[in-house]
């Protein structure tokens, strides 16, 4: 099946930094999405984004799909920015339709 | 409800105990989607329905696990005689569309399954 690593593991900011998370997956994607989990364990939807650039408040993604890899940015980080971020993908073809995740990246902002 | 509600949100089941596990989609969503997170890991894919039909069964991990949508909305995760290493977050997910792989999929706040 498709790879997704996602780096770095851990991340610790101080308020008010800027980061970058990145996704690299194995294989042709026909659907990539960015979570955030939050403390209470909800997944909240970041960004539907196989392919291009999205922008959303202090949240923007780029994906290069002919590259296999997409990165999110987040801008002066708050406090409830905390939590794991995950990218998730569906591989293209046939009938692919389950989103395969990788293993998150878990950011601590501090006051 | 305007996103995928899960009940009940927390369960702990003596091992042997049968466990159901309800998902609302969001109205009118096609596809739904089972997925299961154990701790410090990303969710994975347990079964997949368009409407009422079961289409996907392949990431159920044995014949314990059964799951339905009679009527293409409600679904229900059923775990039979429950072990120790089904303790996992349970989390459904609903889409727009017919297969999912090209739309945005939602996800509810899970369902925390503890086995005693």
């Known amino acids: 099946g498709i790879q997704v690593e996602q780096s770095p593991p851990d991340l610790i900011l101080q308020e008010g930094a800027n980061s970058t998370l990145r996704c690299n997956f194995s294989?042709?994607?026909?659907?990539l999405q960015w979570f955030h989990q939050n403390p209470w364990g909800q997944l909240i939807n970041l960004f539907y984004?196989?392919?291009g650039t999205k922008q959303n408040g202090r949240l923007s993604a780029t994906t290069v799909a002919t590259e296999r890899y997409s990165l999110l940015y987040i801008s002066s980080s708050q406090t409830t920015d905390s939590g794991v971020y995950f990218c998730?993908?569906?591989?293209?073809?046939?009938?692919?339709?389950?989103?395969?995740f990788g293993k998150g990246t878990l950011l601590t902002v501090n006051p | 409800g305007a996103g995928v509600s899960q009940s009940p949100r927390y369960k702990v089941a003596k091992r042997g105990q049968d466990v159901a596990l309800r998902c609302d989609p969001i109205?009118?969503?096609?596809?739904l989607f089972w997925y299961q997170q154990a701790l410090g890991q990303g969710p994975e894919f347990l079964t997949y329905f368009q409407n009422e039909a079961q289409l996907d069964k392949s990431g159920l991990p044995s014949d314990r696990f059964f799951a339905e949508r009679p009527e293409g909305s409600v679904s229900t995760l059923k775990i039979q005689r429950t072990q120790q290493e089904d303790s996992a977050v349970y989390l459904c997910?609903?889409?727009?569309?017919?297969?999912?792989?090209?739309?945005?999929?939602?996800f509810g706040p899970g369902t925390r399954l503890t086995v005693l």
């Open positions: 109205s009118g969503h096609v596809s």
């Open positions: 998730a993908v569906v591989r293209s073809g046939g009938s692919n339709y389950k989103l395969t």
């Open positions: 294989d042709s994607v026909n659907n």
């Open positions: 997910a609903s889409s727009l569309g017919p297969s999912g792989a090209t739309d945005t999929q939602y």
């Open positions: 984004i196989p392919s």
